[in-house]
């Protein structure tokens, strides 16, 4: 599976848009970006993923650059209880995940 | 509401005392997960089982086990913990190999 390249950490003030970058530069045309949370001291948190068109559900929107070679993870309307690590994972359907480090984002009123 | 359950969510063991965590799951899945997770890392597989099929990751040890004995249950033996084995074990289960995955609350571990 492809690596992924996440900051290590960013703010984002209560209301506003958080915006989680990621890079995947040798993301293979079958592996999938799959985006996870892990609010401190519970276990991560499906948010989203994709393929090659950008995506959005309750939670998220996910947009994936039309090379591939990155994506970024939408939170239109950041609060606080979205202060947690946002890991990105690019992965073969069949395969294990693979955590990174992620980016710990802090919502600030 | 279906789910992910893992008790307990806190296990105090001692320094070379076998210990077990469980696992359960309401999602019918076919494949469970058990990840490490230490202090400030990312969560790391060490095991799944796809129905009764058991596949340990390379460089999980000798000291780290698993039973499922059916689709709902499946358990995690440390046969003798070691300081280094405190950490969060994780849980987790999807429909199939490569599916979306969810994850339990986690148990923590503490070796004393």
């Known amino acids: 599976d492809a690596k992924t390249t996440q900051p290590t950490s960013m703010d984002c003030a209560e209301g506003r848009a958080a915006n989680l970058p990621c890079n995947h530069s040798?993301?293979?045309?079958?592996?999938?970006v799959y985006w996870y949370r892990q609010i401190h001291s519970q276990g991560p948190q499906y948010i989203i993923h994709g393929l090659k068109n950008n995506e959005t559900n309750e939670m998220a929107s996910l947009i994936i650059t039309e090379d591939r070679k990155s994506s970024t993870l939408i939170l239109p309307h950041a609060t606080l209880r979205d202060t947690a690590v946002y890991y990105c994972i690019v992965r073969l359907e069949g395969n294990d995940m693979r955590f990174g480090a992620g980016t710990r984002l802090t919502v600030k009123p | 509401d279906a789910m992910v359950i893992q008790n307990p969510r806190y296990q105090v063991t001692q320094f070379g005392k076998p210990v077990t965590l469980s696992c359960s799951q309401t999602l019918n899945h076919n494949v469970m997960y058990w990840y490490q997770q230490k202090s400030s890392q990312a969560p790391k597989l060490l095991f799944h089982y796809y129905d009764k099929d058991f596949n340990n990751e390379a460089d999980t040890p000798d000291n780290f086990q698993s039973r499922r004995p059916n689709t709902s249950f499946c358990f995690l033996d440390i046969r003798s913990p070691g300081l280094g084995d405190a950490a969060m074990y994780l849980c987790?289960?999807?429909?199939?190999?490569?599916?979306?995955?969810?994850f339990g609350p986690g148990t923590r571990l503490l070796v004393l």
């Open positions: 040798t993301i293979s045309g079958n592996e999938y």
């Open positions: 987790a289960t999807s429909r199939g190999g490569g599916e979306t995955q969810y």
